[in-house]
């Protein structure tokens, strides 16, 4: 580690500077605020971070932050915001949200996935990817998501407290492999988690090789997405595996619709199955609500019911309390795991 990060150890980076971690209360592990990857207008993928503008500014005062202030009201105090360059919002708006919202906000550096032909907005090469993740060397990389955490974001004070990676398909791309073995070597430095996009099953696992190849202690990662990757018997057993190893894994996109959550049942039951394991520890949930402008213009998103992130507490942990999780299984979940997870170590 970086000597200028070890006065940080045990201490949460926010937006708003460090923190102690008994003051987050419970954790959402994976929300966007401000997920800005295509811009619809000029029909080109948003590749240059800019301050935001007024009238995006005001769209995200009058829907997001109101509901997401009332997640106070249930305990929870902070969240991980995992958008990556070039699609985040500019720093000092991200401040000014998390004051506004009386919410801590861990910010993200890293990168996002290079994605697929076709898929959501990309109709051209040059969409697949943010184009410095093509262009700068894997120290580049490195540098650039360590320069983040240790001085600011764009030449502010503003620190990155966790680093997001995306891998799109079940085996990395060779532009992801650089991208996870910059963000892997960022952590050696700086200490903070890392949080991933693993929608594939299988992902997993090349995911947590290649950082295990570079050394990241496994306790130290997050691996997003993965609902339904505990719900699936076969591959549950092979989570466990490398739970047994440290890693952790973040259940996300928990909507609860008209079936009144029933589809989540299997979830729940993983979920007890993953404590009487001994592993429950390594467990916390995200709904990736989400501002973003993956398929349309950006907006609130339609992959996850309203109200913004506040949905967490009004439906799905209801939801799952009344399918058997217990309040302690809860307790872990949302408050103890993300409190341990998150500071610098
Ligand atoms: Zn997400």
Not at 82 to 100: K, L, N
Not at 106 to 117: H, K, Q, S, V
Request: one cysteine or more; charged letters at 25%.
């Amino acid at each position: 580690m970086l000597s200028a990060m070890k006065p940080l150890i045990g201490k949460v980076l926010t937006a708003q500077g460090p923190v102690e971690p008994a003051v987050l209360g419970k954790v959402m592990m994976h929300e966007h605020l401000h997920s800005d990857c295509y811009d619809w207008d000029k029909q080109c993928l948003v590749d240059v971070e800019k301050p935001i503008e007024p009238a995006r500014r005001e769209l995200l005062m009058r829907e997001a932050i109101p509901p997401l202030r009332a997640c106070n009201d249930h305990g929870c105090h902070a969240y991980v915001d995992v958008t990556p360059p070039p699609w985040r919002a500019w720093p000092d708006f991200m401040v000014e949200a998390s004051a506004a919202a009386k919410m801590h906000i861990i910010l993200c550096t890293g990168f996002y996935c290079e994605m697929n032909d076709n898929e959501y907005w990309v109709k051209k090469p040059a969409d697949k990817a943010w184009s410095f993740m093509r262009t700068a060397s894997l120290e580049e990389l490195t540098e650039f998501c360590t320069k983040e955490i240790v001085e600011g974001q764009h030449g502010t004070s503003i620190r990155a407290g966790a680093i997001k990676l995306g891998g799109r398909n079940p085996i990395l791309s060779p532009l992801e492999q650089k991208t996870f073995r910059a963000g892997a070597r960022a952590q050696k430095a700086t200490g903070v988690h890392i949080t991933t996009h693993c929608t594939q099953m299988g992902a997993e696992t090349s995911q947590l090789e290649i950082f295990d190849r570079e050394g990241v202690d496994l306790r130290r990662v997050v691996i997003g997405h993965t609902a339904r990757h505990l719900m699936d018997p076969e591959r549950r057993a092979i989570c466990l595996e490398w739970m047994k190893r440290g890693a952790n894994f973040l259940p996300t996109n928990l909507g609860i619709g008209a079936d009144d959550g029933e589809r989540w049942r299997p979830l729940v039951e993983a979920i007890h199955e993953i404590f009487d394991a001994g592993h429950g520890d390594k467990l916390s949930f995200g709904l990736d609500w989400a501002f973003v402008s993956e398929s349309a213009p950006f907006g609130a998103c339609t992959f996850v019911p309203p109200p913004p992130f506040l949905h967490m507490f009004t439906h799905t942990l209801p939801a799952f309390r009344k399918m058997g999780l217990t309040a302690e299984e809860e307790d872990y979940i949302m408050q103890r795991n993300p409190q341990r997870i998150i500071p610098v170590q």
